[in-house]
């Protein structure tokens, strides 16, 4: 196989952090680190994308509830984040410049049509979500209220979410998410940056232990929104899949250049012709 000319496309920086990290010593082995990990970042991308979709769309719900508290109709998607609307509270920094982009045309001048709420909260960035959480909300009780809304399924829900400790806290969390998923979205390896150095073993199986723990970290968050998106994800082919890979035997496997494909099921023909027949 061609390994060599695999990792030449890499570069040589790219490959050398795998190659100190698993020890390889033949270009085979190298290959199979390196494919390891992409398998990893693949995997942990699905979790990333149903991650940002289920805490925007919590966050969008209860900025637009608050805002039309009152109102004739309250709805779950309003335009929260137009300080132009009913004088609600204008954001600021980037984030104010984000959803600006968005409204206005490249002079900077109101669009005419103004996108609807949903399409805006598609358009934003994971980035700021958090900055929503932690800086962009006017008071304590209105912080307390959103994140009881975001978070709703937290075991102490009614309480936990009063103490300004508890809400950084969880804000941290969603930082270190999208941290990692900009690690990944730019093909960096799946672990943290700099554990090596700091690390006392500096050994590669501290890196299972390491994306397993910091994957925990997101799912216990996911069940606090919602339970139900954490078991659909969790008894997923991407769910397994990761459970699979974060093993020592899949390392290995991958190394040694034995690992086939994943087996996947066979699908019932009769169910399958069926399906292909659907208008």
Known sequence: MPYKDFLDTLSAPRGGVYKRVFRTQTHEELSGAVLWGQEVSMVLQSLMVTFEVVLRNRIHSSLSLQATKGSPVASQSFAWYDHLLNGTR??????????????????????????????????LSLGVWPNILD??????????????????????ANKHW???????????????????????????????????????????????????????????????????????????????????????????????????CPPYPAANATLLAAYKQRP
């Open 162 to 260: 009063n103490h300004q400790d508890n809400r950084k806290d969880a804000v941290a969390v969603l930082k270190d998410v999208r941290a990692w998923r900009n690690r990944i979205s730019h093909c960096k390896p799946v672990w943290s940056e700099g554990w090596y150095r700091n690390s006392v073993s500096q050994h590669w199986t501290e890196v299972l232990n390491r994306v397993t723990s910091r994957r925990a970290a997101m799912l216990e968050v996911l069940q606090w929104m919602c339970p139900k998106t954490y078991q659909v994800y969790s008894n997923s082919f991407s769910g397994k899949l990761f459970e699979a890979l974060m093993t020592e035997d899949s390392v290995m496997d991958h190394i040694t250049a034995t690992v086939a």
């Open 135 to 156: 800086q962009q909300l006017s008071t304590q009780a209105i912080e307390a209220k959103t994140f009881k809304d975001v978070y709703p399924f937290h075991p102490r």
């Open 90 to 123: 204008k954001l600021e920094g980037e984030t104010f410049a984000k959803v600006e982009a968005i409204l206005c045309d490249a002079q900077g001048i109101r669009l005419n049509v103004q996108p609807s709420p949903d399409r805006v909260i598609a358009r």
